[in-house]
């Protein structure tokens, strides 16, 4: 009777370990399926890294450049019109399209925007404008509809005047960039500064890419500055 308990204890012992090993297996499988799986950090090719950016008009003419935090230029771009359409191809040093913004329609103060990263067919994300008295709102959205974040100008009179007319204030606008969840997550901040500057700064990208949330601010610091 002794034995024939020992070997059920021995065998409850097989079982159990057989049963720890298949488990363990299953999970070093499923985390190997969720490393394999693309996450949206690795979506798309935006040249863009873990640091403010600052984007920079030139003196009365619709082209820009973008820096990083070093003073480097990155990125150039300006106006293009072709077929009734805006478009504002992003060039990295050697020339080279990085991205491109496209909107519907050309002088575009309320709309549809689209950035796609060279190369592709569908858009990496939309840019949606909403316009009232005293704010600018824009929303940043995967191509199916996803909220990814809100970028929204500060209230009150210095809003209001740039909603008029940005010729009439020298004063910068400051947008805030908030999760779905509400929470802050970054800024576009503009400098007092003879020519439009914006320094585009993500703190808290949560789970959005920081190289899409660079490039949403990025974009939507030129397309305020046109």
Do not use: C
């Amino acid at each position: 009777m002794h034995g024939d308990t020992h070997g059920t204890g021995m065998n409850l012992r097989k079982v159990t370990s057989v049963d720890a090993t298949r488990h363990q297996q299953e999970l070093l499988s499923s985390r190997s399926n969720r490393r394999a799986m693309p996450a949206r950090d690795e979506i798309g090719d935006l040249p863009f890294g873990d640091e403010p950016y600052t984007v920079k008009r030139k003196f009365l003419r619709e082209e820009f450049w973008v820096s990083d935090s070093d003073g480097n230029r990155v990125l150039d771009t300006g106006r293009n019109v072709s077929e009734g359409m805006a478009t504002f191809p992003f060039r990295d040093e050697d020339g080279d399209v990085a991205f491109r913004v496209r909107s519907k329609r050309v002088f575009d103060s309320a709309g549809e925007y689209a950035l796609l990263v060279e190369g592709a067919d569908e858009p990496l994300f939309t840019l949606s404008k909403e316009l009232s008295f005293r704010r600018h709102y824009w929303a940043v959205a995967s191509p199916d509809g996803e909220e990814l974040a809100s970028v929204t100008s500060r209230r009150g009179l210095i809003g209001a005047v740039n909603t008029v007319s940005q010729m009439l204030s020298p004063l910068p606008q400051t947008f805030s960039m908030d999760a779905p969840n509400g929470e802050h997550i970054g800024e576009i901040a503009g400098r007092l500064h003879p020519r439009t500057v914006y320094d585009v700064r993500i703190e808290r990208p949560g789970a959005t890419s920081q190289a899409i949330l660079s490039a949403a601010g990025v974009a939507i610091a030129v397309l305020e500055s046109v």
